[in-house]
Every structure is written in structure tokens, then in C-alpha cells.
């Protein structure tokens, strides 16, 4: 069966966020100040909650049986079209789903942002049995680890973890490239993780792992 490793880059909902905190009158940068400062006056962080996020980019990396890999953000297009895309990927290759923290934050927004365009999800989506999220099998407490941590354990290259206010200041800056050069580099790590869980737990072994681990072969940009 294929492997699908996703990341989503999300942004504040400028126009619900607005409407819900009778913000209106702020452009884009006073409305983001605004509802960063309510929501950590309420939870002590700035993480936005689920139905406030709307998705700008997503970044895909596709393995086959064989290795071969197809990798791809997806970006640029509307919010719909992002995900009606995303959707008919999964359905043409209807891979294992690998994520880090995905049954939470990636479900979760996917599942908010489909309700508000009223898009069909994904069957195979749909499935939880297709979804493997890689923090959820390592870690048994709630307190999650983050991404870039376990990168750095492995030794892999790890970039600095970008909150949500950093996220959306360099969206605000125009500054996209960085963005998608982020999320990219949290799929690949996701994958080579994902890879070295297989090899530990008896999935693959050495011969197969370090065939899989050594095609690097870069983003196309949609």
C-alpha cells in the first residue's frame, strides 16, 4: 500500500474570527494581534482553536511500494480547491495516511474547513483505519512532542518550530517560500520518522529502510 505524509500550513480566520469578536473595521494584521491576545487570555496560548484556522498550503509526500516518491504543496489555489485536491489524491492512490499529531490538529481543521465549503470528505479519509498518527504511537501521556524534537533525537535536519503567530507573520510579510520550505521539511522528517518506527517494531527491515530512506528528491510546488 502507498504511504501519504501530509503537513497543513494554517492561518487565522480573519472574517470568522472577526465576526465573532466584533472586530470589524481591523485589516488582516490588527484582526490576527487581536485574536492571539484573546485566546491566550483565555488558555495561556496563542493556538487558535480549530474552527478559527484556515488552511493555505498543503504539503504532500507520496511513497509507493517501491519506494518511488511523488511530493507536492499544494498551494495558491482557494481553500476549497486545496482540499477537493487533496481528496481525489487519497481516493486515486487510497494510501496509509501518516501524520504527526494528525488525528487532533490536521482532523480537526479538515473537518471544520469541508463543513463550511459543504465538500463531500474523502471516503477513504473518512476511514480511521487508513490514519497512522506517528506522535499518538510514540508518546502515551497528552503532553505531545513536538515534531522538531524528535527530528533532532534522529538526527535529522529540523527547522525551528514556527507557533502560530510566526505562521502567520510571515503569510502577512508575503514571505511564502519560508512557509512551504517549513511545512516540507516537517513531511519529510514525519516520513524518515515514520521509517525508523517500521524498522524498530519489526515492520521492514535494514535493506528495505535504507532503500526507502535515500531518495530525496524535492517539492513541486502547485
Known sequence: MS?????????????????????????????????????????????????????IAISILLTDDMGEQQRTTLSGDPEIELLNTFFD??????PTIVTWNGEFFNSEIISYRSIKYSIQISPHYENKENHFDLNNAMVSSSEKTPLEDVATLLGLEAEENQDS????????????????AYSENNVVNTYHIYLRYQLSHGKIDEKTYTTLIQNKKGFIRG
Open 3 to 55: 504511504i501519504l505524509t501530509y503537513s497543513l500550513i494554517t492561518i487565522p480566520d480573519f472574517a470568522t474570527g472577526s465576526k465573532l469578536h466584533d472586530l470589524q473595521g481591523l485589516d488582516n494584521k490588527g484582526t490576527a494581534k487581536a485574536l492571539f491576545h484573546l485566546q491566550a487570555q483565555k488558555t495561556d496560548s496563542e493556538c487558535l482553536p480549530s474552527y478559527l484556522q484556515q488552511i
Open 165 to 180: 503567530r510566526a505562521i502567520c507573520e510571515h503569510y502577512l510579510a508575503n514571505r511564502l517560500d519560508d512557509l512551504w
Open 89 to 94: 489524491i487519497l481516493e486515486s492512490y487510497k
